[in-house]
């Protein structure tokens, strides 16, 4: 998900922020930080919010400190950053959370602050990785990991020329190092594709080679420009690749980046053919590369979707199929997870998500009561619960949880509309149509276009 403007952020919580910078001004930084870590909560994209709170952090801790001017010590040590560390692989975003909150205590650590840029790169947001490894990078310039890091994160973030000073310094430090000097190349095309209008070749009217003279350049361009290929080109890179994989099968990088090239050309088979060599190459797939062959598997089963016939007299019939077949997977891919990490309730949460979306109400209910637990999750997982219990015609239990989350919401979001919809509709099941309007007409007053609430509001008027 991108990075947002304050432009973008729902009303509600730019008021919430307003209100933090004001606290902020008046130095109550405690009260600015508990308001900024509750906006990130909802909106972890909001990139000012996060500089502020981060400001706001530091003011708290004093100006005396300095960065890294103390030896790290127990803070580091802290399980936080473990507990981080096991987020990020399934849920980038919780990791953010976990390394804000240790932060709020030692904005000095740079442990947390290397968890906030690890998590803020898988969650594709890449000026809050630069925010924080340009800190780091300053203080440790020599550290090959960071400064990868970094380029890696200009690079995202369209800053190909910052990329490529990173990279000259590595280059100058580790010059035989083939992947950094491949990485100078790359960037250095993604530079040349911003400087020389190749924005233009999204026509059609256009080449590569029709702009380049030098056909090295072009193809290191065509290898660097992953992010859209014509189906010819597509199939040349895999062509040349496959070609030189049969010479190297033990190139799981290769093998890797064949991968990717069939994931493009929507060949989902064969890219997971790929992933799944290399899961066996090394005697059993890594946390990361487990979530890439479920999100290919998802991508797949998607594809199958978009590829039905909608005129076909058997294409519901097909669909459901291809619906239970996606549902089925991803419950056993959440079953093992959690089977591997019980105590994970991030990962509880999810195999609710899944169980509750497949229909199996009893399992959902199981795993979302647990993973009320996890304070990331707690409102989502009341509101399934809640309309869990409905499904199963427990009205008072669902009205109960409904109620509870919504003491708990902040804001007026659209997690605060699902929680007043479903109560709103299991108050209607229990034939209590005032307090159903009471709710419904909460929503209509700011949204009337959310799901069928004009015509319920209407209809409940209209009788009277």
Same mark, same amino acid.
């Given at each position: 998900?991108?990075?947002?403007?304050?432009?973008?952020?729902?009303?509600?919580?730019?008021?919430? #922020?307003?209100? =933090?910078?004001?606290?902020?001004?008046?130095?109550?930084?405690? +009260?600015?930080?508990?308001?900024?870590?509750?906006?990130?909560?909802?909106?972890?994209?909001?990139?000012?919010?996060?500089?502020?709170?981060?400001?706001?952090?530091?003011?708290?801790?004093?100006?005396?400190?300095?960065?890294?001017?103390?030896?790290?010590?127990?803070?580091?040590?802290?399980?936080?950053?473990?507990?981080?560390?096991?987020?990020? !692989?399934?849920? *980038?975003?919780?990791?953010?959370?976990?390394?804000?909150?240790?932060?709020?205590?030692? *904005?000095?650590?740079?442990?947390?602050?290397?968890?906030?840029?690890?998590?803020?790169?898988?969650?594709?947001?890449?000026?809050?990785?630069?925010?924080?490894?340009?800190?780091? #990078?300053?203080?440790?310039?020599?550290?090959?990991?960071?400064?990868?890091?970094?380029?890696?994160?200009?690079?995202?973030?369209?800053?190909?020329?910052?990329?490529?000073?990173?990279?000259?310094?590595?280059?100058?430090?580790?010059?035989?190092?083939?992947?950094?000097?491949?990485?100078?190349?790359?960037?250095?095309?993604?530079?040349?594709?911003? $400087?020389?209008?190749? $924005?233009?070749?999204?026509?059609?009217? =256009?080449?590569?080679?029709?702009?380049?003279?030098?056909?090295?350049?072009?193809?290191?361009?065509?290898?660097?420009?992953?992010?859209?290929?014509?189906? $010819?080109?597509?199939?040349?890179?895999?062509?040349?690749?496959?070609?030189?994989?049969?010479?190297?099968?033990?190139?799981?990088? @290769?093998?890797?980046?064949?991968?990717?090239? +069939?994931?493009?050309?929507?060949?989902?088979?064969?890219?997971?053919?790929? +992933?799944?060599?290399?899961?066996?190459?090394?005697?059993?797939?890594?946390?990361?590369?487990?979530?890439?062959?479920?999100?290919?598997?998802?991508?797949?089963?998607?594809?199958?979707?978009?590829?039905?016939?909608?005129?076909?007299?058997? +294409?519901?019939?097909?669909?459901?199929?291809?619906?239970?077949?996606?549902?089925?997977?991803?419950?056993?891919?959440?079953?093992?997870?959690?089977?591997?990490?019980?105590?994970? @309730?991030?990962? !509880?949460?999810?195999?609710?998500?899944?169980?509750?979306?497949?229909?199996?109400?009893?399992?959902?209910?199981?795993?979302?009561?647990?993973?009320?637990?996890?304070?990331?999750?707690?409102?989502?997982?009341?509101?399934?619960? =809640?309309?869990?219990?409905?499904?199963?015609?427990?009205?008072?239990?669902?009205?109960?949880?409904?109620?509870?989350?919504?003491?708990?919401?902040?804001?007026?979001?659209?997690?605060?509309?699902?929680?007043?919809?479903? %109560?709103?509709?299991?108050?209607?099941?229990?034939?209590?149509?005032?307090?159903?309007?009471?709710? %419904?007409?909460?929503?209509?007053?700011?949204?009337?276009?959310?799901?069928?609430?004009?015509?319920?509001?209407?209809?409940?008027?209209?009788?009277?």
């Amino acid at each position: 998900m991108p990075e947002k403007s304050i432009q973008q952020i729902p009303k509600a919580w730019r008021d919430q #922020y307003d209100k =933090g910078l004001t606290a902020f001004r008046a130095q109550n930084f405690e +009260y600015a930080i508990t308001i900024f870590n509750q906006v990130l909560a909802s909106e972890p994209g909001f990139f000012d919010c996060r500089q502020a709170l981060r400001a706001a952090q530091m003011k708290k801790a004093g100006s005396n400190t300095g960065f890294f001017k103390k030896v790290l010590g127990g803070a580091t040590s802290s399980p936080l950053i473990a507990k981080g560390q096991l987020a990020l !692989r399934s849920n *980038p975003l919780e990791a953010l959370q976990i390394a804000e909150q240790i932060l709020n205590d030692a *904005p000095t650590n740079s442990m947390a602050q290397k968890l906030l840029a690890d998590a803020a790169l898988a969650a594709d947001f890449p000026k809050t990785a630069i925010f924080c490894l340009e800190i780091l #990078y300053k203080n440790s310039p020599k550290d090959r990991e960071i400064a990868t890091e970094l380029a890696q994160a200009y690079s995202a973030a369209n800053l190909p020329a910052k990329a490529e000073d990173i990279y000259r310094e590595l280059l100058r430090i580790y010059p035989h190092d083939p992947d950094i000097s491949q990485a100078f190349k790359n960037v250095a095309a993604q530079k040349t594709m911003n $400087e020389g209008g190749y $924005e233009g070749l999204a026509d059609g009217k =256009g080449s590569y080679r029709d702009i380049l003279a030098n056909k090295e350049e072009a193809v290191a361009l065509e290898q660097a420009n992953r992010g859209v290929k014509s189906e $010819e080109l597509l199939g040349q890179m895999i062509f040349e690749n496959e070609t030189k994989f049969q010479s190297e099968p033990e190139n799981l990088k @290769l093998a890797r980046t064949i991968a990717e090239l +069939y994931v493009q050309k929507s060949a989902f088979d064969r890219a997971l053919e790929y +992933y799944n060599y290399i899961a066996a190459k090394q005697g059993g797939s890594e946390p990361a590369l487990e979530k890439t062959i479920a999100d290919v598997t998802s991508k797949k089963f998607d594809h199958q979707l978009s590829q039905l016939d909608t005129a076909a007299p058997d +294409y519901a019939e097909q669909a459901e199929c291809i619906k239970a077949e996606r549902s089925a997977f991803g419950i056993e891919q959440k079953k093992k997870q959690v089977d591997r990490y019980p105590n994970d @309730l991030q990962l !509880r949460f999810e195999l609710g998500q899944e169980y509750f979306r497949a229909g199996k109400i009893s399992e959902a209910i199981q795993e979302l009561q647990r993973a009320q637990a996890n304070p990331h999750r707690k409102l989502q997982s009341m509101s399934l619960l =809640g309309q869990a219990f409905a499904q199963r015609g427990m009205n008072d239990m669902a009205a109960r949880t409904l109620q509870n989350a919504l003491k708990e919401k902040v804001g007026f979001d659209d997690e605060k509309k699902e929680l007043l919809y479903a %109560l709103g509709c299991v108050f209607e099941k229990m034939g209590q149509a005032d307090q159903a309007m009471d709710h %419904l007409k909460q929503i209509y007053e700011v949204d009337i276009g959310y799901k069928d609430v004009a015509a319920k509001v209407d209809a409940y008027y209209a009788s009277k």
